[in-house]
């Protein structure tokens, strides 16, 4: 999607293979699902929201354009709980 060398570099250190942002239209309203593989979305959230990188600045900022929510700039980050893990869920019922 991102023909960057420094937008791919930054994923790659923050230990991220795979990385969508999609807008879901909901009755509730909208809402940026986050689908990402990699070692630890955890882990990858927190390098980018340390990261003085310009790239990485450039994608919060736009984030923050975007849903008004500022991701970047705290001590510490809520901890990631994925809800299903579509792989495991798929084993378990084969």
């Not at 340390?50 to 994608?59: I, K, M, N, T, Y």
């Not at 736009?62 to 809520?78: A, H, N, Q």
């Amino acid at each position: 999607m991102f023909e960057d060398p420094e937008f791919e570099q930054s994923r790659h250190d923050a230990g991220l293979q795979s990385q969508v942002l999609c807008l879901q239209q909901t009755p509730m309203g909208s809402f940026v699902i986050v689908y990402a593989e990699g070692e630890s979305l955890q882990r990858a959230v927190e390098t980018f929201a340390g990261s003085d990188r310009d790239v990485d600045r450039r994608w919060f900022d736009g984030i923050e354009r975007f849903t008004g929510m500022r991701i970047s700039g705290y001590d510490s980050l809520p901890r990631i709980e994925p809800v299903i893990d579509a792989e495991a869920f798929a084993h378990s019922h084969t």
